[in-house]
């Protein structure tokens, strides 16, 4: 069924993700990843960082751990779970700041991301990956594994551990700040005036 | 007179909730699909044909497009020589929560904006009622994704803003969502009426197919010089850049007040759902 166009390099890569593979990460790399991601979107943030206020631990282990910004659709008999893409990240930016500078190294959803929470992805080395906003169907065939583990009570919200493989993401925001959100969309309105077809330079 | 049960709108709205979550319109499908062929960015076209595998994984397998299977919007035409044996506004709810739990949807709503707990059913639906001659009761049911949604802008310009202010509003509202909204987007821009209406008038000229312009030749032109503004912000598909930023752009127009220009700007995502039936 994949039509690719083009080849592209992609880089395979396996949780738990440390400070020191994210470095070797940059803006734009294709990847596949496998290995375990938790699921954490608005209300399940606000209750992790409300944990931390408390100096309670948290339901999962942060450190080098990587969190899905999503709710998965409900899973149909024999399926491991429903649809399950990418959500806005920007409403999680107040909350990543926190579990970031506690040990968290990975996160994917998608959009963009406020300079604080760039700037506690440099202090920590940590990397923001974009999946494909709306490619849920797909992107749910790589997860082979999902159990819910705390905050039953918020639904689609609650958090649950995935076992995915070969989930494909582009490195959106690296560790040193590069932006594909930026660099993308600039690159593209370049080639365009190399070839004299002007486009919008802002 | 003409009797229409409200068994039969509830389950036309159930069966209409799951087609509409699984499965595009094709002129959604084809627009994308265009889109991919004049795409000379690989990037883009990547992207692209992620969302046409999706697209074809969803139909095939009947499962949600997207996770977030949205707010249910409801509009009705309701003839006005049309008797509903019933409760209109609880048979849709009813059909609602059937679709979303026997078709394994997400629910979404939260029942107060403020103390945000889930409803568990994803009602209340959204419903619109117009009033229409004849004696038929034609449903529309569209799922809304959020991330789109929360995108939208409204602007009260002045009449001295005029066309370029318009244009201008319109073109900003889709540079600040930026890559958030899952673009390539579809645009749905209202202008006239007051504060409420023109909401509402951008939401509806989302309904309307992709490659069908404004019967005002003034409006096909400016929906035409939009979408080229629009796709030569560089934005691209997901926001990795390219030139598919919009799929179309769609204008609804209502008289105004001599003191007010209101435009509104309601964005969808690519998965642009809708189904619709006439009982």
């Known amino acids: 069924m994949t039509m690719t166009p083009s080849p592209e390099s992609v880089t395979h890569l396996e949780g738990p993700l440390t400070s020191d593979r994210v470095r070797t990460l940059r803006a734009g790399d294709s990847i596949r990843f496998s290995g375990t ?76 991301r406020s300079p604080e929470v760039i700037e506690a992805m440099r202090r920590n080395g940590a990397v923001y990956f974009a999946a494909i906003g709306g490619a849920a169907a797909l992107i749910a065939r790589c997860v082979r594994r999902c159990d819910l583990i705390c905050y039953e009570d918020l639904g689609p919200e609650a958090i649950r551990r995935l076992e995915v493989v070969e989930m494909p993401l582009v490195v959106a925001i690296d560790c040193e700040g590069g932006n594909l959100y930026e660099q993308g969309p600039a690159a593209y309105l370049e080639s365009l005036s190399d070839k004299g077809l002007g486009g919008d330079p802002a | 007179m003409r009797t229409v049960t409200a068994l039969d709108i509830t389950r036309a709205v159930r069966e209409m ?177 007051n504060f409420d209406q023109v909401a509402l008038l951008a939401k509806r000229a989302l309904l309307r197919p992709l490659g069908q312009p404004n019967r005002d030749p003034f409006y096909a032109r400016l929906e035409s010089s939009l979408l080229d503004a629009i796709n030569a912000l560089g934005i691209g598909p997901q926001g990795f850049g390219g030139r598919t930023t919009a799929l179309g752009v769609s204008i609804e127009m209502l008289p105004t007040h001599i003191a007010s220009l209101p435009v509104a700007v309601n964005i969808n995502c690519h998965v642009a759902r809708h189904a619709t039936r006439t009982l």
């Open chain 2, 17 to 193: 909730s799951i087609e509409a979550n699984c499965q595009l319109p094709l002129d959604v499908t084809m627009r994308i699909e265009a889109c991919r062929q004049c795409e000379d960015w690989p990037g883009a076209q990547r992207v692209l044909s992620t969302i046409e595998d999706n697209i074809a994984l969803a139909t095939r397998d009947r499962v949600p497009l997207c996770q977030d299977t949205g707010m249910a919007c409801v509009f009705i035409e309701l003839g006005q020589d049309v008797h509903v044996d019933g409760n209109l506004v609880d048979a849709v709810n009813e059909g609602v929560a059937a679709g979303y739990r026997e078709g394994y949807l997400r629910k979404s709503m939260v029942g107060d904006p403020l103390r945000r707990t889930n409803t568990g059913d994803n009602t209340p639906a959204l419903i619109h009622v117009d009033v229409v001659e004849g004696d038929g009761l034609t449903l529309t049911v569209a799922p809304k994704g959020a991330g789109s949604e929360n995108m939208g802008r409204i602007g009260m310009l002045k009449p001295s803003d005029g066309i370029d202010g318009f244009t201008s509003f319109v073109i900003d509202t889709v540079r600040q969502a930026g890559p958030n909204p899952c673009p390539p987007i579809v645009v749905g821009v209202g202008v006239g009426g």
């Open chain 1, 37 to 112: 991601v938790f699921t954490a979107r608005d209300a399940a943030h606000r209750r992790l960082v409300e944990s931390m206020d408390k100096g309670e631990p948290l339901p999962f282990p942060i450190r080098d751990s990587v969190i899905y910004f999503a709710g998965p659709a409900p899973a149909k008999p024999g399926q491991p779970i429903g649809s399950i893409g990418p959500t806005s990240s920007y409403r999680m930016d107040a909350y990543s700041p926190r579990l970031l500078d506690a040990g968290l190294t990975g996160m994917i959803g998608k959009g963009t």
